[in-house]
């Protein structure tokens, strides 16, 4: 993320070139993204375009080191993965991936307040995440109703735990970020994004790409005796 100063209070610094850092994630270490330029030697288009470049090299560079690494398998799938990646659905239960955080076979219900914890605490942490945890954010945020970032705020506050969650809890279509494959095996209809999208933006090369999916999904719904909802 790049944040512009808005306290540029003296001549020297308005003159001054402005100078647009990146990093990936927030507490990037030198494994990570960690990128700049200045604005008057770049276009902000050949700027996005090659910040674009270096987080999908340096994404790929990380999941591939962290295939590397020995792992555990999920309990319910057998999948190994590095083991901060699985992820528990609530204090009791064990960790699993994320194609299994819904599976039958949890001895415990879900805790959303403390599931909602541990997913930001991952992908905005790890750029090795699996991209299948901002899926199952992004299922549960469109799922759970409106205001489920504050309602998710006020209960961790009961629970004098850390009561600071992301964005993408209220706001998820435009607030969700899910990475995409690299470009050689991506779907053709993500082929003009870039490292990743929001849920909007996926959303609509979808439609574009085949118009008929939503009348597919209300179908998918009507045999599974599923409510059907525009949001999902």
């Known amino acids: 993320m790049c944040r512009i100063p808005t306290d540029l209070d003296t ?16 507490d990037a270490t030198v494994e990570d993204l960690a990128t700049g330029a200045r604005a008057d030697t770049e276009t902000p ?45 609530s204090p009791e239960g064990s960790p699993v991936c994320p194609a299994c955080a819904w599976d039958g076979d949890h001895y415990y219900r879900a805790d ?17 995440a699996p991209a299948g945890w901002a899926a199952v954010a992004a299922v549960l945020a469109l799922t759970c109703g409106p205001d489920l970032g504050r309602q998710v705020e006020r209960e961790l506050t009961q629970r004098r735990g850390w009561p600071v969650i992301m964005d993408r809890w209220d706001r998820p279509m435009d607030r969700s970020w899910i990475w995409l494959a690299p470009h050689p095996t991506r779907h053709p209809a993500f082929a003009h994004l870039g490292a ?3 849920l909007e933006a996926i959303t609509r090369a979808l439609e574009r790409y085949d118009p008929s999916l939503p009348v597919r999904a209300q179908q998918v719904c009507r045999e599974a005796d599923v409510r059907w909802r525009a949001a999902l």
């Not at 003159?15 to 994630?25: D, E, H, I, Q, R």
């Open 112 to 128: 959303l307040p403390y599931l909602a914890v541990q997913i930001d605490q991952l992908v905005d942490m790890d750029l090795s």
């Open 45 to 89: 288009s050949e700027i996005a375009v090659r910040v674009d470049a270096e987080l999908t090299a340096t994404r790929r560079k990380r999941v591939l080191a962290a295939q590397d690494e020995p792992g555990e398998p999920c309990p319910i799938c057998g999948d190994r993965y590095p083991t901060h990646h699985l992820l528990a659905t």
């Open 11 to 26: 001549a020297s610094q308005r003159a001054a070139p402005l100078y647009l850092g990146v990093l990936a994630p927030a």
């Open 196 to 198: 990743g999208a929001s």
